[in-house]
C-alpha cells in the first residue's frame, strides 16, 4: 500500500461547482497534513493545512479523519483559476527527521 | 525577498555525464530539501539539509548521487555518470525550521534535467 493515495482524476467541473478531493495515508503515526497546489510545470506551494477538528479558507474547507486515515479538501464556487494538481502532504516521523510525503496529486480542471 | 533560486532551469546532458543542481534557500532559511518528480509521478524526498550537514539522506540513491549545502554559497546536487531514468524535475525547498514545527516549504521553480 502506497503511503499517501489520490485519486488521479482527472475531474472536470464546470464553473461554480462544488467539487471534493480524498486522500488516504497508510502511516497511523502520521503528526500534520496539508494541502499544496502545483500548476502545471511549476513548483507546489502550501493551500492549507488540515486540522483534526477541520479547517475553511474561503471557498476551500479542509476535513482530517484519523481514525479512517483519510483527508478531503472541499472546493465550492470552483474558478477557472481553480485548475490545478492538487498535492495531499503528510508529514510523518522518517529516517533521522520530519519528512513531508507527497501524494501524486489530483488533476483539477475548471471548465468555462 | 527573494524567494528559493535554482539553476539551471534546464540542462540535458548525455549519458554518462554528470549534472550538477544549484538551490539557493530564501534568505534566512538554514534547511534544504531535495525532492525529485518523474513525469506523472508525485515528488520524492531525496535528501535535507542544514548548513555542513546533511540530516537526512534515507531518500538518495545510494550511488551516483550526492548533496551539499556549504558554509557559504548554495546547496548542490550532484549527479555522476547519468542515465535515462535520471531525466526528471528535481525540486529545491527549504524552511526556516525543520519539517516538524512546520509543513510549510517553499519550493523553487526547479531544475529539469534530460538525458539523451
Known sequence: RKEVEQDPGPFNVPEGATVAFNCTYSNSASQSFFWYRQDCRKEPKLLMSVYSSGNEDGRFTAQLNRASQYISLLIRDSKLSDSATYLCVVIHSGAGSYQLTFGKGTKLSVIP | ?116
Open chain 2, 1 to 116: 525577498n527573494a524567494g528559493v533560486m535554482q539553476n539551471p532551469r534546464h540542462l540535458v546532458r548525455r549519458r554518462g555525464q554528470e549534472a550538477r543542481l544549484r538551490c539557493s534557500p530564501m534568505k534566512g532559511h538554514s534547511h534544504v530539501y531535495w525532492y525529485r518528480q518523474l513525469p506523472e509521478e508525485g515528488l520524492k524526498f531525496m535528501v535535507y539539509l542544514q548548513k555542513e550537514n546533511i540530516i537526512d539522506e534515507s531518500g538518495m540513491p545510494k550511488e551516483r548521487f550526492s548533496a551539499e549545502f556549504p558554509k557559504e554559497g548554495p546547496s548542490i546536487l550532484r549527479i555522476q555518470q547519468v542515465v535515462r531514468g535520471d531525466s526528471a524535475a528535481y525540486f529545491c525547498a527549504s524552511s526556516p525550521y525543520g519539517t516538524q514545527n512546520t509543513g510549510e516549504l517553499f519550493f523553487g521553480e526547479g531544475s529539469r534535467l534530460t538525458v539523451l
